[in-house]
């Protein structure tokens, strides 16, 4: 196990609508990093916190939104759902902004947009 | 930006047998190249990686190579097990800039 979770494991929404995703540990981990994997792809990377700030960020509209929280837990927002956002969200743990910092991944939360 | 493509997307192996799975790069900035195991409900794992000044490197059944030169890097594992049956995925990235990944193989251990 990594040690790292996220919550919700599944939900549904509708077009349209906003979701909140969430990212914990128990480590001390002060990099977090958010990937969303469609089914039969890899993860795709949308963007990574560092001490509270974002630090590099993909190829994803402004309506994904993130935080980073003091003990250094995260969230993941997304606005204006659509069907294309169905996917499972990872987040991923790391000591340390650089790639080769190994990444913990937590199980996931899959998204399905109805 | 940096592409990673990955081959081949399926694999079936004898138990026992060897798996070898292949991906290229085309960012010849790119340094580092972990590869991931994706097991069913579960976030990726890192099961390896190697840096660009090393051509190999070997974790008991597990072994990359990596060739800076044709931009390409792969996995081998010998001796499978029923257990190695999984998605893999390899990566590519450099400095603090975002890895990359590769589609996915699925590996399929036949008994």
């Known amino acids: 196990e990594t040690g790292v979770t996220q919550s919700p494991t599944h939900l549904i929404k509708t077009r349209g609508q906003q979701v909140t995703l969430r990212c914990s540990s128990q480590?001390?981990?002060?990099?977090v990093s958010w990937y969303q994997q469609a089914l039969g792809q890899g993860p795709q990377f949308i963007f990574q916190y560092y001490r509270e700030e974002e630090n590099g960020r993909g190829n994803f509209p402004p309506r994904f939104s993130g935080l980073q929280f003091p003990n250094y837990s995260s969230e993941l927002n997304v606005n204006a759902l659509e069907l294309d956002d169905s996917a499972l969200y990872l987040c991923?743990?790391?000591?340390?902004?650089?790639?080769?910092?190994?990444?913990?991944f937590g199980p996931g939360t899959r998204l399905t947009v109805t | 930006g940096e592409n990673v493509e990955q081959h081949p997307s399926t694999l079936s192996v004898q138990e026992g047998d060897s798996a070898v799975i292949k991906c290229t790069y085309s960012?010849?900035?790119?340094?580092?190249f972990p590869w991931y195991k994706q097991e069913l409900g579960k976030g990726p794992q890192l099961i390896i990686d190697i840096r660009s000044n090393v051509g190999e490197k070997k974790d008991q059944r597990i072994a990359v190579t990596l060739n800076k030169t044709a931009k390409h890097f792969s996995l081998h594992i010998t001796e499978t097990q029923p257990e190695d049956s999984a998605v893999y995925f390899c990566?590519?990235?450099?400095?603090?800039?975002?890895?990359?990944f590769g589609t996915g193989t699925r590996l399929t251990i036949i008994p």
């Open positions: 990566a590519a990235g450099f400095g603090n800039e975002k890895l990359t």
């Open positions: 480590s001390g981990h002060n990099t």
């Open positions: 991923a743990r790391s000591m340390g902004r650089w790639v080769s910092n190994e990444q913990y």
């Open positions: 960012d010849s900035a790119s340094n580092y």
